[in-house]
Structure formats: structure tokens, C-alpha cells
């Protein structure tokens, strides 16, 4: 079933002699619950794609629908509550409140919203992560792979419909790296999530169920992976 269309997407930045094309024309579609890893070298729009099917960053044409939803269609004001509601988004770099504890780190979304916490949800991904005995220490109080932890915890608070990530291990060594992918898909088959994953590690993009590889912000290639 389909759940998130691209359609004939393209982005440029600047203009004339200056005019870089980030996409060309990008279609796609994926389907509710499907793990996807967007793949391509530095520069190739893996991540302005991403950015772009998470709301954040506005098409130069070219449609996004989620649900049928038309999301460049909304008001600002309605596209940024989409962005918070219904998308988890999670960086490699974790921008953490340096102020705010761990636990007020993941709320975020839900206090922005100014929306009553599900404290089950809340303790139910704390243990997941890992995280009860960190939940009242400030982000310079957690190793690099706690931080990006509270950070998948901030994009899932919301149970959104899909969680989006680019480059998660990006900062973070190896052991730390496959911990992390190891949670997203935990956290992906346990709330049914739609989970898509910019990365450029060949290991992580082939525990996916579909591998898309963008390269001159064209898609090159669309393959699904075939489980034995």
C-alpha cells in the first residue's frame, strides 16, 4: 500500500552560473512499515531528498504526498505542526537542548505542542534506549551514543507515522554505530513504524528491505532485498 510518494521532485540552489540541481526529477514511492536505506556518495541529494519528504526543506517543484496528504500544500504554520506530529527526524549530529535533561530532551515535541506527556509511551522508550538511569542527566552528562539515543527518543515521542533518518551513525564509532541501528530497528518492527535511513554504510543499508540508491540527484537504482 502506498504511504509516502515522491512525485517528479526537483531542488536547485541559487541561481544562473551559480544554479546548483540538488534533484532532478525525483519519483518514488514507499510503503507503511517498510524499511528503506537511501544510499549515494557525498553531494549525490540523499539528504535533501530526506529533508524534503520531512517537511523541513521546501521544494524548487514537485509534489510530496504522506497518506495521500499533499504536505507542501499546508500553511506553514500547519506544516510545521506536521513536521513535530506526524515525522520523527533524527541527524547525525544529535542537537540536544544542553539545558534541558534527558528526559526533557525527548518531551520536546510534546511541551512545544503544549499537549499532555503519555508518560507509558515516555518510560516505554526510555527502556527501550536504555536510558532510565540517564533520564534526569544533562546531554554533556552522556557518551556520544546516549546522546543520539535521547535523539531517536525525541523523534518517536510522537509515535510518528514515519522516522526519517540521515546519517544516525554517522558521528560515532562503530560499536556505538551498530547499537544504534540495532534501536531504530527495534523501535521500527515494536510501533510498526515507516523507516527510512540516509546512510553511506553498505552494512547498514543491507539489513534493509529496500536499498535506493541516488546518485546526481537522480534515482539510479530501486532494489528490494530478498530474505532467505
Known amino acids: 500500500m502506498e504511504f509516502l510518494k515522491v512525485e ?18 525525483v519519483s518514488l514511492e514507499i510503503e507503511k ?22 517537511g523541513v526543506d521546501i521544494p524548487t517543484s514537485g509534489k510530496v504526498y504522506l497518506n495521500g496528504q499533499d504536505v507542501y500544500a499546508q500553511s506553514s504554520e500547519k506544516l510545521a505542526v506536521f513536521r513535530r506530529r506526524q515525522v520523527g527526524l533524527i541527524y547525525q549530529f544529535h542537537n540536544l537542548i544542553p539545558t ?18 503519555n508518560r507509558e ?14 533520564k534526569h542527566h544533562l546531554p554533556n552528562q552522556l557518551s556520544g551514543g546516549q546522546q543520539q539515543r535521547v535523539a531517536i527518543g525525541r523523534a518517536l515521542m510522537n509515535a510518528p507515522q514515519v ?9 560515532l564509532d562503530s560499536r556505538n554505530g551498530h547499537e544504534i541501528i540495532r534501536l531504530l530497528k527495534m523501535s521500527h518492527k515494536r510501533y510498526h513504524q515507516t523507516l527510512i535511513i540516509v546512510t553511506h554504510d553498505e552494512n547498514i543499508a543491507l539489513q534493509a528491505d529496500r536499498i535506493i540508491t541516488i546518485a546526481d540527484g537522480k534515482v539510479m537504482q530501486d532494489e528490494r532485498q530478498v530474505r532467505r
Open 100 to 117: 534541558l535533561d534527558v528526559v526533557e530532551n525527548i518531551t520536546l515535541p510534546i511541551l512545544m505542542d503544549r499537549r499532555k506527556i
Open 33 to 54: 512499515g517498510e524499511f528503506t536505506a537511501i544510499i549515494g556518495s557525498s553531494g549525490s541529494g540523499k539528504s535533501t531528498l530526506l529533508h524534503i519528504m520531512a
Open 8 to 25: 517528479n521532485l526537483c531542488k536547485a540552489y541559487g541561481q544562473g552560473e551559480n544554479r546548483v540541481t540538488a534533484l532532478d526529477h
Open 121 to 134: 509511551r515516555l518510560n516505554d522508550l526510555l527502556e527501550l534506549l536504555g536510558l532510565q538511569e540517564r
Open 163 to 171: 522516522c526519517l533518518a540521515d546519517e544516525p551513525t554517522g558521528s
